[in-house]
T-cell receptor, first 114, second 114 residues
Framework: ETGVTQTPRHLVMGMTNKKSLKCEQH?????MYWYKQSAKKPLELMFV???????ENNSVPSRFSPECPNSSHLFLHLHTLQPEDSALYLC?????????????FGPGTRLTVT | AQSVAQPEDQVNVAEGNPLTVKCTYS??????LFWYVQYPNRGLQFLLK??????LVKGSYGFEAEFNKSQTSFHLKKPSALVSDSALYFC????????????FGKGTRLHILP
């Protein structure tokens, strides 16, 4: 295992629901990330947090709302999603947000929006 | 604009034969280059990275990659393929400029045939 856990592993939600994805890293890292992985598309970086402060938001719709209460936990709050938001959502962490550091990924949450 | 390309969607190799998974990039300045592997129902797993120095980088599971600045390539290689190497492989580039974000290639599916 990589030291990054994600829950739930699978989630099915309607377009009017509100749900949250959780990520926890046990590596003592200072940076955490959310990615979206869709079939036939490159991995998309959504958010970057460094020491609980959001340092990057890559034009993600407001129906996705991240939260980082401490350096070990990261949440992605979801509301009024669209079917095209169905994807694998991956959390990752790295020692620091600098470009030189490799990232450690969780197993992902497979999200289906109905 | 920076980019990374993996020209092959799929690569098939017989077990025991050498394998190559191709990656080319386009960034301004000196890049940091990474390879990740994704097994079914798992997140991405770090294999190796090039930061500076020796152009031949060795990583996990017997994989290596060669940085070629003139050809802007960073191909992943292994001298003798195993069936267990079958997975999805991603090349990624992080530019030295911190204002630019990490970019992943679309991935190459590697099939090792017994």
């Amino acid at each position: 295992e990589t030291g990054v856990t994600q829950t739930p592993r699978h989630l099915v939600m309607g377009m009017t629901n509100k749900k949250s994805l959780k990520c926890e890293q046990h590596l003592g890292h200072n940076a955490m990330y959310w990615y979206k992985q869709s079939a036939k598309k490159p991995l998309e970086l959504m958010f970057v947090y460094s020491l609980e402060e959001r340092v990057e938001n890559n034009s993600v719709p407001s129906r996705f709302s991240p939260e980082c209460p401490n350096s070990s936990h990261l949440f992605l709050h979801l509301h009024t999603l669209q079917p095209e938001d169905s994807a694998l959502y991956l959390c990752a962490s790295s020692q620091d947000p600098g470009a030189v550091y490799e990232q450690y990924f969780g197993p992902g949450t497979r999200l289906t929006v109905t | 604009a920076q980019s990374v390309a993996q020209p092959e969607d799929q690569v098939n190799v017989a077990e025991g034969n050498p394998l190559t998974v191709k990656c080319t990039y386009s960034v301004s300045g000196n890049p940091y280059l990474f390879w990740y592997v994704q097994y079914p129902n798992r997140g991405l797993q770090f294999l190796l990275k090039y930061i500076t120095g020796d152009n031949l980088v060795k990583g996990s599971y017997g994989f290596e990659a060669e940085f070629n600045k003139s050809q802007t390539s960073f191909h992943l290689k292994k001298p003798s393929a195993l069936v267990s190497d079958s997975a999805l492989y991603f090349c990624a580039v992080s530019p030295f400029n911190r204002d630019d974000k990490i970019i992943f290639g679309k991935g190459t599916r590697l099939h090792i045939l017994p």
